[in-house]
């Protein structure tokens, strides 16, 4: 430990920390432009000057280590007049565009401008000036004439993604950022950049000249793209959500976001939203109906289904895509009517909990091995795919990929041909292993329970990415077959055959996802009466009897479980269009249409946290989710993201992916 005076308080830190972060722990905020707590120091900008006693010049705070009895004056005349100087050179050739600059408001080089510039520029030349506007990818823009030059964006781009795409390019007053290889910027991480950006030289395409920060209204909730559940806030205006941005503290998204999460938000007011119920007539068309008529029509049908042929003539399909709340409601319902015959997998995914292996990102990142036998998970869980980069690349991790999966090249990785081979490969000393894997194929499931019980006295951890944001949530509330019911591909079998006479799907798009697309296609139109829960027509919801509009995830509130198995919380960002409710709200207002009584909101709430709390002691395969005879779906390669069903319908996000979704807007999910 070192003891350190900062502007006369006594303060004892490790020996090593830099003196940037050691004045936090007295309350003192030294300015940073280049500095970045989890990019580290770079000593690029110089305004983070600051007095040490025993020094002649002035030193930059973010660079220099403390030691033992060091004395520090953060603030004074000399410290004052440094920054002057340095901010005279940043504004030699800034242009002065606070009223119009996207970042005015929440600019670091306005405030410190205003704290310690002089206010009058001295240069008697014209100002060097730099291209504008200039598109530096599908979802960045860089003002290149405000750029200071801290490098954030590039040291993002090197020291978190580890693609390298980013550079500084020229030299001098010319110097300016720019990709690589002189093609367009492309990452699943890209907005990262413009948030970390000090200055507004990099703004995102989405936002650009929406809204000025004071405008808006945040709202912190959890991202329910994908099943990592990052920490993030919604900053609406009128209504409308204009961006979204991290929680730079955030314990899951570890202070980032992916574009899927960050950008996906243009869908809410997407033209082709659902706002109002439809059932099929006879001839086939799509007819609007009263939200009273069409909850009496679907409780009649129910009610008369049950009476005719019995709860086994009943299914429902969904509960991954739902609140937690929403997910136990909706089984909890149903098996009130005594229909067994329920799953939320309506994919390829069979098991989204890893019974006693269940780890936190936390574990994942700080692994000493990481195994995957599955797809990358940048495709599915970008997020979770940063942590391993960061294992690998910053902790020392050693990456085996297992089998035919595509490599992922931004960090250093063995394949090897199948489990049975890690023994020979991971080295002997690792103590900390976390394996990755889809849930989808039993015989995978088996082999690694198998490796994970050769590898006693060790610290095993197994995360299942889901397809949907709250598989595992799904799964834990009681959205699965028990007691005989039928899974999936059970109930579109016997939907198909006749047996099965009314079906419910609730934020599922089984007609894309499903890996037996003609088995779907026949079961649908097979069915006597099928309802379906969703914000646009799919191509589920265009099959259906009766098209039920429900909220998105902006316009609720409840909570969610993510892949650590965490239940986290889901605000309200977003008024829903008029007629459109919850899936809640739609579920209260059905269980009262069948005279079936639901607990009070604090006992729902308490269900599911008891629930979710359950531990479980079991091995890691359930095999009581798989079909003995069942052979493993086939891979899709229009597999991106699990996503919300929402990135088809969203005509601005179309323009900033990374990679072409192949379905389309009909099935697309």
Known sequence: MATVTIDGVKVE?????????????????????????????????????????????????????????????????????????????????????????????????????????????????????????????????LDEERCILCLRCVRFDDVITRERSLRTEDRGVRAIIATATGQPYRSKFSGNVTEICPVGALTSKTYRFKARPWDLHRTKTTCLQCS?????????????????????????????????????????????????????DPGGEQLQIAWDDAISLWATSIRKTIDTHGPGAVGVIGGGRLLNEEAWL????????????????????????????????????????????????????????LRIRKAVQHKGARLFTVGEIPADAAVPETHIASLDRLVDVMPASAQRIAFIWGGVRKSTGDDLERVLNTLTGKTLHVFIPGEQQNSRGAEMLGCIPQDGGLDTRGMLEAAR??????????????????????????????????????LFP????????????????????????NIDGERLMVEAALMAPDGVYSDLEILVGFAEALGVEIPEPNAIESAVATALAARASSGLVNASLYRADELAPSLREDEVFSGLGTAAFDAPFATVLTAPLVATAQGAS
């Open 330 to 385: 909706l089984q909890h319902i149903y098996r009130g009517l005594g229909v067994k015959n329920i799953d939320w997998r309506a994919g390829r995914q069979r098991q989204a909990t890893p019974g006693q292996y269940g780890g936190t990102l936390s574990d994942l990142e700080n692994a000493q091995v990481i195994v995957s036998t599955r797809r990358p998970l940048s495709r599915t869980a970008p997020i979770a795919d």
């Open 228 to 280: 990592v559940g990052c920490e993030m806030n919604v900053d609406t205006r009128h209504n409308i959500p204009l961006r979204t941005m991290t929680d730079p503290d955030g314990k899951i998204s570890d202070g980032w976001l992916c574009d899927r999460g960050r950008y996906n938000v243009g869908f809410y007011d997407d033209e082709r939203r659902l706002t109002t119920p439809t059932v099929r």
């Open 13 to 141: 830190v490790p020996a090593g920390t830099l003196l940037v972060e050691a004045a936090k722990q007295v309350q003192k905020d030294i300015p940073v432009y280049c500095y970045h707590t989890k990019l580290g120091p770079a000593g690029l900008c110089r305004i983070c000057l600051v007095e040490i006693e025993g020094m002649p010049k002035l030193q930059i705070a973010c660079n220099t280590a403390v030691t033992d009895g060091m004395v520090v004056n953060t603030v004074g005349d000399k410290a004052s007049e440094g920054r002057r100087a340095v901010l005279e050179i940043l504004l030699l050739n800034h242009p002065l565009d606070c009223p119009i600059c996207d970042k005015g408001g929440e600019c670091d080089l306005q405030d410190f401008s205003m704290a310690y510039g002089q206010g009058a520029s001295r240069l008697a030349d014209p100002k060097a000036l730099k291209p504008k506007a200039v598109d530096l990818g599908p979802t960045i823009v």
């Open 497 to 534: 055959d006749g047996k099965l006479k009314s079906l419910a799907i609730f934020g599922a798009n089984p007609l894309a996802h499903y890996p037996d697309r003609a088995l779907v296609e026949a079961a649908l139109a097979k069915v006597e009466f099928l309802v379906v829960g969703e």
């Open 538 to 561: 799919t191509a589920t919801a265009s099959a259906a009897t009766l098209v039920l509009p429900v909220c998105g995830p902006f316009e609720k509130t409840g909570t969610t479980t």
